[in-house]
């Protein structure tokens, strides 16, 4: 039955999108497009807007994916991801004499790096230290805020981001390509990572045990897989993956740093996470759906529209994130060791 209805759900995802791509096709390649309010909802602005927009939130939600498929619930999204934005600025403002390319690169490791620790860190307070995991994930987003307003100099300046990079003939297909092959370098291997997510997850040895640590870490523990170890390995990995989401912030979309930057994006992730049913591809569609409103948001603001306060613009993206969790929370099933400390038979990690 939930196989039957995952299938009706991805047809019916399946459809709107290609209604969109349709329209999109259509406002932006025909007199459609003189229309004001078709070029707010299909042209390529909003269609580049909204990519820009989803991809920290897809990062995030991969690194939630990951951290509660093996029974980790990770509230601290928004932490790592503060964290990994603030580190990849002092990196890139700490090597701005260096060849741009090579600055960037280290700005993206060491976003990497620190994420990795506070993922680290989450997993020590759950796992060793049996922290309740929602207390855990909440004392990182505080961590992560206060030492980023205390060590942040208003003066420094990081120099240059990611520029985009049009991949050859397939940069030229209308609109498509505008939107989906003209982009900077972290937006690809964000699309990549998601693909490499799903295949790892669901068809290989490492998937299927990092699931059945999520699922049944007992039967898990009596085939001999170390559920806890697997539960550090993920969550570190999760980490990782929102300090790149705070790394892009800086490094390719803003090109700066400023105090809480990230704005809910990392709770944002985590609807994505849940309204996708803790599946890549899902999620990454939820995220993009988020994306689009922000898209929308700033639209909106563009075209001049007065008729509406400008605070109930601004308002679009969290109000469509909490219809949707709300609306299908109570639909999805997340995995059944979710947040339960496990505990081998010896009692020792």
Request: hydrophobic letters at 50%; charged letters at 10%; aromatic letters at 10%.
């Amino acid at each position: 039955m939930g196989k039957q209805r995952y299938r009706i759900t991805s047809y019916i995802i399946g459809g709107i999108l290609l209604v969109f791509l349709v329209m999109a096709l259509l406002v932006n390649t025909t007199s459609l497009g003189e229309n004001t309010w078709l070029r707010v909802f299909f042209g390529v602005s909003a269609l580049n807007f909204t990519l820009r927009a989803s991809v920290p939130l897809i990062l995030g939600a991969m690194s939630g994916i990951l951290c509660e498929r093996t029974g980790i619930i990770n509230i601290g999204i928004e932490g790592m991801m503060l964290a990994g934005a603030f580190a990849a600025f002092v990196a890139k403002t700490s090597t701005n004499h260096w060849p741009l390319m090579s600055s960037l690169l280290f700005g993206v490791a060491v976003a990497l790096a620190v994420g990795g620790v506070m993922g680290w860190l989450h997993a020590v307070f759950s796992i060793r230290y049996r922290m309740d995991q929602i207390i855990s994930g909440t004392v990182l987003i505080i961590l992560a805020a206060g030492i980023s307003a205390y060590l942040f100099d208003r003066n420094a300046v990081a120099e240059g981001k990611f520029g985009a990079i049009a991949l050859p003939g397939l940069s030229q297909i209308p609109v498509v390509g505008e939107v989906l092959f003209t982009n900077p370098p972290l937006t690809y291997t964000t699309l990549i990572l998601v693909v490499v997510i799903h295949i790892a997850l669901f068809y290989t040895k490492w998937g299927l045990r990092s699931r059945a640590c999520g699922e049944h870490p007992r039967a898990a523990d009596t085939v001999g897989i170390n559920v806890n170890r697997f539960r550090y390995m993920n969550t570190i990995i999760g980490g990782m993956l929102a300090g790149l989401a705070g790394g892009f912030l800086v490094l390719e979309a803003v090109g700066q740093f400023q105090e809480g930057m990230t704005a809910g994006r990392g709770f944002i992730s985590l609807a994505a996470m849940i309204f996708g049913n803790w599946m890549p591809f899902g999620a990454m569609g939820a995220a993009l759906l988020f994306g689009y409103t922000q898209a929308l948001q700033n639209e909106l603001l563009l075209a001049g529209v007065t008729t509406v306060p400008r605070q109930f613009v601004s308002m679009i993206p969290y109000v469509v994130t909490i219809v949707a969790v709300s609306g299908f929370v109570g639909r999805v099933r997340p995995p059944a060791a979710e947040g339960k400390v496990y505990e081998t038979e010896g009692g020792s990690e």
